[in-house]
């Protein structure tokens, strides 16, 4: 799904085993354009059991899948790594909206399966304004830096810096005001209070980066194991090899910004206050060329750990071994 447009190709499998697609066909990403694409899909005969297969490309594909959803469909959104992995397994050439459609198509007709973990109102809103949050807070560094300049530029605008100001105390009123609803959502909701509380014990990770992280995965739904939810967050590492060529490991970066951003700053704190992977950060840093390397290394160990206390829903323990 674009903003503007989505492509559909359905395929069936014949008892033999072959399988057979129809032309990709386009509709608008409206309401009318849901109507008319239900329209085509009731022409074509098809079963009860049919599945509609989708993408997760950023938010663009929401309305669409809602639609399907309210519709009592069977809906199964899919993450772009995944996707990304099986097209890679078909060795096609070309890249268009006709033939990503008819990939998930096939995907649809090979794999297993799981329904879309619809998120809840309150998970929608958690992940609007942690969204919203981060966002003012890049906006709130920009216009401290713009005023930091032009306070030192020779002869600076008098009203210009007055309207800087203006703006640095309404985005600062505004972040405070975002991490109180943010907060009331959460004391609002017992189980969910409880679980963030629990992710909170883990050294290094506080509210924001808890319930940012909650917010950004569904509050994990999206996940059947942690590799998934790595590859999601594009902290997974991609090999650079072929032949005697050895290239440097670097992680994919192809996920979920949001939550790389979030484990940021708590994978530094970890760092420094957390004994288990201040150890881990040094062996993994020990004849590196970055230190980054392993501030990267401990935001995806936070992350799978996090995830680990959500399912378990347990607090971190500090050395803990397993029975």
């Known amino acids: 799904c674009s903003s503007d447009l989505f492509a559909c190709c359905f395929g069936y499998k014949e008892d033999g085993g072959s399988e057979h697609f129809s032309k990709s066909k386009s509709f608008e990403n409206t309401q009318t354009g849901f109507q008319e694409f239900k329209n085509w899909v ?22 669409l899948a809602y639609w399907l959803f309210e519709q009592d469909l069977n809906v199964s959104v899919m993450i772009p790594s995944k996707v990304n992995h099986y097209a890679k397994t ?10 990503d459609a008819r990939i998930l198509s096939k995907l649809g007709l090979e794999r297993t399966l799981r329904k879309w973990a619809v998120p809840t109102v309150l998970m929608r809103e958690v992940r609007f304004l942690t969204r919203e949050l981060r966002e003012t807070k890049a906006k709130l560094v920009v ?21 800087l100001k203006r ?30 509380e629990k992710l909170e014990s883990i050294p290094g990770v506080g509210f924001m980066t808890a319930i940012s992280v909650v917010g950004e995965t569904n ?14 967050a594009g902290l997974d590492v991609r090999q650079n090899q072929s032949g005697k060529k ?6 994919s970066k192809q996920g979920n910004s949001f939550i790389r951003h979030a484990l940021y700053m708590p994978a530094l704190s970890s760092t420094l206050h957390n004994a288990n992977m201040k150890v881990f950060y040094n062996r993994i840093n020990t004849n590196k060329p970055s230190k980054k390397i392993g501030v990267t290394a401990v935001a995806r ?8 206390l959500w399912k378990n829903d347990s607090e971190y323990v500090v050395n803990f071994k397993a029975a």
């Open 143 to 163: 216009s401290k830096n713009q005023l930091h300049a032009k306070t030192h530029a020779h002869r600076a605008s008098a009203g210009t810096l007055r309207r």
């Open 301 to 308: 160990k936070l992350l799978v750990l996090m995830y680990t």
């Open 246 to 251: 050895e290239g440097k490991p670097r992680i």
């Open 90 to 99: 078909l060795e096609l050439k070309t890249k268009t909206d006709a033939v």
């Open 42 to 63: 009731d022409e074509q005969s098809l079963t009860a059991d049919t599945w509609y297969v989708m993408e997760a490309t950023g938010v663009y594909y929401e309305n």
């Open 219 to 232: 509050a994990f739904a999206l996940f059947a194991n942690s590799k998934q939810l790595v590859s999601y």
């Open 167 to 196: 703006q640095i105390k309404l985005m600062e009123g505004q972040i405070i005001e975002i991490e109180s609803e943010l907060r009331v959502l959460v004391m609002n909701d017992d189980s969910l209070s409880e679980k963030v």
